[in-house]
């Protein structure tokens, strides 16, 4: 999850919303990620599915089945339905996502993947926290 928040903090210097992804597979980092919806001109370029891009093209197959997803923050709809698509064999978010997180509809991951939440929750909500507040300033 710390190499996640380092891309959330890259997201964050680059003015994007701070949300950073790492997918690991045997024990070994194989795609790192980072919000770019804004440099892209892309409503799709969220950390998770760049991620998995990045993860697919390194393993040469679209089913991430022994990767986990580390996430700063709770995935979207769009992201966990991605992830169920990838059959991940785990989940694991920082921060919860109580107005735009997949939970909020039920759960969208394969019945497979493993999920776990709240790795580092206090330090990916407070970057979370302090981007909005600069935007609002």
């Not at 919806?37 to 089945?65: Q, R």
């Not at 064999?89 to 996502?97: H, I, N, Q, S």
């Amino acid at each position: 999850m710390q190499q996640a928040y380092v891309q959330a903090q890259q997201a964050f210097a680059e003015g994007e919303v701070p949300i950073g992804a790492v997918i690991v597979s045997n024990n070994r980092v194989i795609a790192k990620a980072y919000n770019q919806t804004e440099k892209l001109n892309d409503v799709t370029a969220h950390a998770e599915m760049l991620a998995f891009t990045a993860a697919s093209e390194y393993l040469g197959n679209k089913y991430l089945h022994d990767c986990t997803l580390y996430v700063t923050v709770e995935p979207c709809i769009m992201c966990a339905g991605a992830s169920y698509w990838a059959q991940l064999k785990r989940v694991v978010f920082g921060a919860p996502e109580p107005k735009r997180g997949y939970r909020r509809v039920g759960n969208l991951l394969h019945p497979k993947t493993e999920m776990v939440s709240g790795i580092m929750a206090q330090e990916c909500a407070g970057l979370m926290a302090s981007f909005f507040a600069a935007k609002r300033n």
